[in-house]
């Protein structure tokens, strides 16, 4: 049986290095670099936040070298006047994807005291000055999504009341976005009511990666820029050498199935098959059909987040039954709800491939799990947003921005 391999050269994009797969992360091969700053600032790393949000942690560089996969690209006689004014703190939600985000943009994160009392309150106080500043905030609202929303709203509270010129909400995973519409009758719309508590905390922007829906942008009475996380996957998935012939894009249902076409449209222009799910309860999913034909093809289903996987599961054993010769399953969100990791470690899949919005704890890896970073999208993200009014940066349509 035929399967997927790496093709000898690595892929033209500096989101994603050669690698070698190890216990379910790819670590870079490739000789360290000096860290070429648009600023000329060495990255310090920071001590990990300690706060019970799974086990966060840093990966720990030389002090003066950084992987290849977080070298800016920006030579260091490049400067802006406005730089200096830029600031970049980070929850305690994902740590390690803010440091990664600093390094690619050659700056270092800014100090904040972040603690919870004994009764779970949060207190927030930044440790250096942001007056006139704009000011990025990271924070996914990733489980547990109620304690991370709300220390965001409090950074963003923080950072107004210490006179911030521009807060910008940096959010890699919006949480409660599921929640966009009534299918129900006497159902909450949670996701416009986050919208109204960002906007209401302070936040002037807000920054999101593969929102639920689209809709969910019409929620914010403030811009907000989409960014895809597709650009990373397809990264990667361009480095294995596969004929265009064998490969089918499968949405695992069919609210995906505009996701779906756009990501088969770049890989080779890729047939599309479509999942017909019937869901009789939240997180409960019972496949029924499949439209398209996968025998003896290699088959790569696309959605934007997993959480219990019960439904990329379920779609992969129908893939499976109908003669798919290889299942591959592309999220950007891995939120990975008991049971997930089961259900996705058990076989079905060649390989699971996912970013690192939301941090993967140590005893969720396994052999079929990829992670890829998804650092340099928001950096070069972040420097766009924040030259917008120069005049001489590339066009957000080049970062596939919405």
């Given amino acids: 049986m035929a399967s997927l391999i790496f093709s000898p050269a690595s892929s033209s994009s500096a989101m994603v290095s050669s690698s070698s797969l190890c216990r379910g992360i790819f670590i870079s091969n490739e000789p360290r670099f000096r860290l070429s700053s648009r600023n000329g600032v060495r990255c310090n790393l920071v001590e990990p936040l300690k706060i019970n949000n799974g086990k966060p942690s840093i990966p720990v560089f030389n002090e003066q070298t950084?992987?290849?996969l977080l070298t800016s690209k920006y030579p260091e006689n490049f400067k802006n006047k406005n730089d200096t004014r830029l600031r970049i703190f980070s929850g305690t939600a994902n740590p390690t994807l803010s440091q990664e985000i600093a390094c690619y943009m050659g700056l270092e994160l800014g100090k904040i005291n972040i603690k919870r009392f004994a009764d779970g309150e949060i207190y927030v106080q930044l440790k250096e000055s942001v007056r006139g500043c704009d000011v990025y905030l990271v924070q996914p609202t990733s489980p547990p999504a109620n304690e991370n929303l709300m220390e965001l709203l409090i950074m963003i509270d923080a950072c107004r009341r210490a006179s911030a010129k521009n807060i910008t909400a940096v959010i890699p995973y919006f949480g409660y976005a599921r929640a966009d519409r009534k299918t129900q009758g006497r159902e909450s719309i949670a996701a416009k009511l986050v919208a109204n508590l960002i906007t209401q905390a302070g936040a002037n922007r807000v920054l999101a990666c593969d929102l639920h829906s689209g809709q969910s942008m019409g929620y914010f009475d403030i811009p907000v820029d989409h960014v895809h996380g597709q650009p990373v996957?397809?990264?990667?998935?361009?480095?294995?050498t596969v004929s265009s012939g064998d490969l089918v894009v499968v949405s695992p249902d069919v609210g995906g199935v505009a996701r779906a076409r756009a990501f088969a449209k770049k890989l080779s222009d890729a047939p599309l098959a479509i999942v017909d799910k019937r869901r009789h309860g939240h997180n409960v999913a019972e496949v029924m059909n499949l439209i398209g034909d996968v025998k003896g093809k290699v088959a790569v289903m696309v959605d934007d987040m997993i959480d219990t996987a019960g439904t990329i599961a379920k779609g992969a054993e129908l893939l499976h039954q109908e003669g798919a010769r290889?299942?591959?399953?592309?999220?950007?969100h891995a939120v990975f709800s008991p049971p997930a990791i089961e259900r996705l470690s058990s076989g079905l899949f060649q390989e699971v491939i996912i970013t690192n919005t939301i941090p993967v704890m140590e005893q969720n890896y396994f052999p079929q799990l990829t992670v890829l970073s998804v650092a340099n999208l928001l950096g070069e993200t972040i420097w766009r947003v924040h030259d917008d009014c120069s005049g001489g940066i590339e066009p957000f349509s080049?970062?596939?921005i919405d």
């Fill in 326 to 332: 290889e299942v591959y399953a592309c999220s950007t």
């Fill in 66 to 68: 950084i992987p290849s």
């Fill in 398 to 400: 080049s970062l596939g």
């Fill in 233 to 240: 996957i397809l990264d990667y998935l361009a480095s294995k």
